[in-house]
């Protein structure tokens, strides 16, 4: 297989690389490595990949934007979401992207060569946690309970979560490759929906809610 890693860490690419090759299906595969989203596209429009590894905290463009570039121009090549960020708050949307699977960091280790044999096998690799996150959100327009924040556009949320993280405005502008007005009006959306009036707020809502 060849795969493609896509992570700022050069540490988890070699670690993934050596969880992989450590399996003997698997100990022949190729790898090709991006630190960022341009480097990325680069290597994933010159070569042909049976899988793409992918991390949703990118320095120059979101991964959430690469993950549906990548599913809108090849929709047939699998994205094994592999972020720090608890299933909660990202595998569901990753799957909407159209993502294969989604796994946390800190468990790669143990399930990485499950997750990429059942997407191999099946298509998808679906943990017992995403699963329940799926139930729960095929019943969330029954439910009255529903947090505020699952209301935000995956845009809204990754503004919301760097400011929560006390980055600037103009920090972030550059960060998304986007315009400091664009930022505001992300901002200025996304505490309406909250029903929050700043960015203290909005911090304190983002740290109760284990979103930064």
Do not use: W
Request: aromatic share 6%; hydrophobic share 40%.
């Amino acid at each position: 297989m060849r795969f493609l890693i896509i992570d700022d860490h050069p540490v988890i690419r070699k670690g993934l690389i050596y969880v992989i090759i450590s399996e003997p299906e698997y100990a022949d595969s190729q790898f090709d490595e991006a630190g960022t989203a341009t480097d990325a596209l680069i290597l994933f429009h010159e070569y042909i990949y049976d899988m793409v590894l992918l991390d949703i905290s990118l320095p120059d463009r979101s991964g959430m934007e690469i993950l549906a570039q990548i599913h809108q121009e090849q929709p047939s090549i699998p994205v094994l979401v592999i972020s720090i960020h608890e299933e909660s708050l990202y595998a569901i949307r990753s799957l909407k992207k159209g993502a294969a699977g989604y796994i946390t960091k800190t468990a790669a280790v143990h399930k990485l060569i499950t997750a990429i044999d059942s997407i191999r096998s099946t298509g998808k690799y679906i943990s017992p946690n995403v699963s329940l996150l799926l139930a729960n959100e095929v019943g969330s327009h029954l439910r009255s309970d529903a947090r505020p924040h699952e209301l935000l556009s995956n845009r809204e949320m990754e503004v919301a979560r760097l400011i929560a993280s006390g980055i600037s405005t103009k920090k972030i502008a550059e960060q998304l490759s986007l315009s400091v007005k664009t930022i505001n009006t992300h901002r200025s959306r996304l505490l309406a929906k909250l029903g929050l009036k700043n960015s203290v707020e909005l911090t304190s809502y983002c740290i109760h809610n284990h979103l930064v």
